[in-house]
Nanobody
Framework: QVRVVESGGGLVQTGGSLRLSCAAS????????MGWYRQAPGKQRELVAT???????NYTDSVKGRFTIARDNVKSTLYLQMNSLKPEDTAVYYC??????????WGQGTQVTVSS
């Protein structure tokens, strides 16, 4: 059974940084495209960044130049380095594969709060 566990969230001031981690199990991690998603209060969940098995990355426009997605296939862990954080980045952050996301299967997420 596939399981993802997100961690690394917290409270940070505007302009600060956080590094999120996602430990995955129950899948052949290195073969999967992975993504970070977020859901802000009262808003729909959105895709923030993806990284393919070939390490090709894509970002939503609002985080380009500030966030970096990376993966460690040995540790089956996904990362999201978030710099220059803004209050509008406040959300619960989730990692997932596109396939699990489409099925509505999610981990517990990690809360990121950016104070102004």
């Amino acid at each position: 059974q596939v399981r993802v566990v997100e961690s690394g969230g917290g409270l940070v001031q505007t302009g600060g940084s956080l590094r999120l981690s996602c430990a995955a199990s129950g899948m052949i991690f290195r073969f999967n495209t992975m993504g970070w998603y977020r859901q802000a209060p009262g808003k729909q969940r959105e895709l923030v960044a993806t990284i393919t098995s070939a390490r090709t990355t894509n970002y939503t426009d609002s985080v380009k130049g500030r966030f970096t997605i990376a993966r460690d296939n040995v540790k089956s862990t996904l990362y999201l380095q978030m710099n220059s954080l803004k209050p509008e980045d406040t959300a619960v952050y989730y990692c997932n594969t596109p396939e699990r996301a489409a099925r509505g299967s999610w981990g517990q997420g990690t809360q990121v709060t950016v104070s102004s």
